[in-house]
Nanobody
């Protein structure tokens, strides 16, 4: 089964940092743009960031850039989201997924973090920012 496995979440105080990992299971990442998404309680899931192979094409949600950094290790088929200066509004379950179209890989983000254009969702990892 093709999916991602997210990890690295936890409880952190405001102003703190976390690094989330997103490991591909059952496939390699090179052909895919990979997105990070989050869902806070009672809110819709939203796209946070996306990157393509070699970081050629990167997208960040407004207000995230400068605090979050997306990167990937192709040898490990893993995408990371390094988050700093966290605030309570960053709390939620963080997911990653691969961009696809007609079940085929899409290599670039092109500013697209529409949930319907992503597949192979993982189970998510909880991030809680609280004092």
């Amino acid at each position: 089964q093709l999916q991602f496995v997210e990890s690295g979440g936890g409880l952190v105080r405001p102003g703190g940092s976390l690094r989330l990992s997103c490991a591909a299971s059952g496939f390699t990442l090179d052909a895919y743009a990979v997105g990070w998404f989050r869902q806070a309680p009672g809110k819709e899931r939203e796209g946070v960031s996306c990157n393509s192979r070699g970081d050629e094409d990167i997208y960040y949600l407004k207000g995230i850039k400068g605090r979050f950094t997306i990167s990937r290790d192709s040898d490990k088929d893993t995408v990371y989201l390094s988050m700093s200066n966290l605030n309570p509004e960053d709390s939620g379950v963080y997911y990653c997924a691969a961009r696809t179209k007609f079940q085929r890989p899409v290599a670039y983000c092109s500013g697209n973090v529409d949930l319907d254009d992503y597949d192979y969702w993982g189970q998510g990892t909880q991030v809680t920012v609280s004092s």
